[in-house]
């Protein structure tokens, strides 16, 4: 295969969500890798913007992917490249908020590939969720032959959503669209907070001295992949012509319990004051997650190269770092208590 690294060079390039952890992460990398200007567009409603990356070639641009003015704006800037990862995230933030996660999700994503059709991008890459997509009835390794109809939050429903707005314009336009199904990202970037993911919250939580909340049973696995795994997945579906029109997912391609996550954080972190098991909610249906990476490994030449211990040690590292932004930005509820956390650690 071609060095996908090589293809950035150059091009404008329009990156949503582009302040999150992946985002970021995911702009610091096409940046470093020579980009002309890669523009972000993002709200901070789930995001900080002194997360963004500093790089001259990098251009922020505060607003909502619902506001047709602010995508006037950034596709005035005529990116060929679009990376769609903004989101209203994720599945008991959209239980409690259904029509924000419609709006934002699916008109959202709409409107974008609208303006991204106007503009003729040569790449189009949707952030979409296998956690989402395979529903909780398919079987191990998931595959992506396998959508389900029995989904459970919002969430779920408008990430499937925008893979099938994704197959309308790919069907009726030739939409050059990608659309990569991720899996339990963790890594530097992500702050924790009330709708946020497993790994920031139990890290947080653990440099405070507190039990680590286990929702339900220990003993549920879920597909932990890192974030710098991720990016080189977007950058390679971006890229070879062999990912367009096709799904796959991102993943690590291997299981790690929620029991074992919180004993490493635990031990990584110095806490001695354990795990606290408390009530299953009703949405997550899912005792086990693994995903194939057979096809992303065939098509683009994805392979997770990150060790889970690694990348759970980068994390923590760069909690350290930025403990005092992070304490500032964590999203809990004021004077958040052990009953608090019992309905806001997610996984």
Same mark, same amino acid.
């Given at each position: 295969? &071609?060095?996908?690294?090589?293809?950035?060079?150059?091009?404008?390039?329009?990156?949503?969500?582009?302040?999150?952890? /992946?985002?970021?992460?995911?702009?610091?990398?096409?940046?470093?890798?020579?980009?002309?200007? !890669?523009?972000?567009?993002?709200?901070?409603?789930?995001?900080? +913007?002194?997360?963004?990356p500093s790089n001259r070639?990098?251009?922020?641009? @505060?607003?909502?992917?619902?506001?047709?003015?602010?995508?006037? *704006?950034?596709?005035?800037?005529?990116?060929?490249?679009v990376f769609h990862l903004?989101?209203?995230?994720?599945?008991?933030?959209?239980?409690? %908020?259904?029509?924000?996660?419609?709006?934002?999700?699916?008109?959202?994503?709409?409107?974008?590939?609208?303006?991204?059709?106007?503009?003729?991008?040569? *790449?189009?890459?949707?952030?979409?969720?296998?956690?989402? /997509?395979?529903?909780? @009835?398919?079987?191990?390794?998931?595959?992506?032959?396998?959508?389900?109809?029995?989904?459970?939050?919002? %969430?779920?429903?408008?990430?499937?959503?925008?893979?099938? %707005?994704?197959?309308?314009?790919?069907?009726?336009?030739?939409?050059?669209?990608?659309?990569?199904?991720?899996?339990? &990202?963790?890594?530097?970037? #992500?702050?924790?907070?009330?709708?946020?993911?497993?790994?920031?919250?139990? /890290?947080?939580?653990?440099? +405070?001295?507190?039990?680590?909340?286990?929702?339900?049973?220990?003993?549920?696995?879920r597909d932990f992949t890192?974030?710098?795994?991720?990016?080189?997945?977007?950058?390679?579906?971006?890229?070879?012509?062999?990912?367009?029109?096709?799904?796959?997912?991102?993943? &690590?391609?291997?299981?790690?319990?929620?029991?074992?996550?919180?004993?490493?954080?635990? @031990?990584?972190?110095?806490?001695?004051?354990? !795990?606290?098991?408390?009530? +299953?909610?009703?949405?997550?249906?899912?005792?086990?997650?693994?995903?194939?990476?057979?096809?992303?490994?065939?098509?683009?030449?994805?392979?997770?190269?990150?060790?889970?211990?690694?990348?759970?040690?980068?994390?923590?590292?760069?909690?350290?770092?930025?403990?005092?932004?992070? @304490?500032?930005?964590?999203?809990?509820?004021?004077?958040?208590?052990?009953? !608090?956390? #019992?309905?806001?650690?997610?996984?």
């Open positions: 295969m &071609s060095d996908y690294r090589e293809s950035f060079a150059g091009k404008t390039i329009l990156v949503t969500g582009g302040a999150g952890a /992946i985002g970021s992460n995911l702009c610091r990398a096409l940046a470093d890798l020579g980009a002309g200007m !890669v523009v972000i567009l993002d709200d901070l409603s789930a995001s900080n +913007k002194w997360n963004i070639n990098i251009m922020f641009c @505060e607003g909502s992917i619902v506001d047709e003015s602010t995508l006037k *704006r950034v596709f005035n800037e005529r990116p060929s490249i903004a989101a209203f995230f994720a599945n008991q933030n959209s239980v409690d %908020y259904p029509e924000r996660d419609l709006s934002v999700n699916g008109l959202g994503t709409l409107r974008l590939m609208q303006y991204a059709k106007m503009a003729t991008v040569d *790449r189009f890459v949707y952030a979409s969720s296998g956690c989402s /997509i395979y529903g909780a @009835e398919a079987p191990l390794p998931l595959k992506e032959d396998f959508m389900s109809m029995n989904l459970t939050t919002p %969430y779920q429903i408008t990430k499937m959503l925008g893979e099938l %707005y994704g197959n309308f314009f790919l069907n009726h336009y030739d939409f050059p669209v990608v659309k990569a199904r991720f899996f339990n &990202s963790f890594g530097p970037g #992500e702050v924790p907070g009330q709708y946020r993911n497993v790994i920031p919250n139990f /890290i947080y939580w653990a440099m +405070k001295g507190h039990p680590l909340p286990i929702t339900g049973n220990p003993e549920a696995t890192y974030v710098g795994d991720l990016v080189d997945g977007l950058l390679r579906a971006a890229h070879y012509e062999e990912a367009l029109g096709e799904e796959f997912n991102l993943a &690590s391609g291997t299981e790690t319990t929620i029991g074992h996550l919180a004993e490493r954080v635990n @031990e990584l972190t110095g806490n001695d004051a354990g !795990v606290q098991i408390v009530g +299953k909610r009703k949405w997550d249906t899912k005792s086990r997650l693994l995903a194939s990476v057979d096809k992303a490994n065939n098509l683009i030449g994805y392979r997770p190269a990150m060790k889970f211990d690694d990348g759970l040690k980068a994390t923590i590292d760069w909690f350290r770092e930025n403990w005092k932004r992070i @304490e500032e930005a964590a999203d809990f509820p004021p004077g958040a208590s052990s009953a !608090v956390r #019992e309905q806001v650690t997610a996984t």
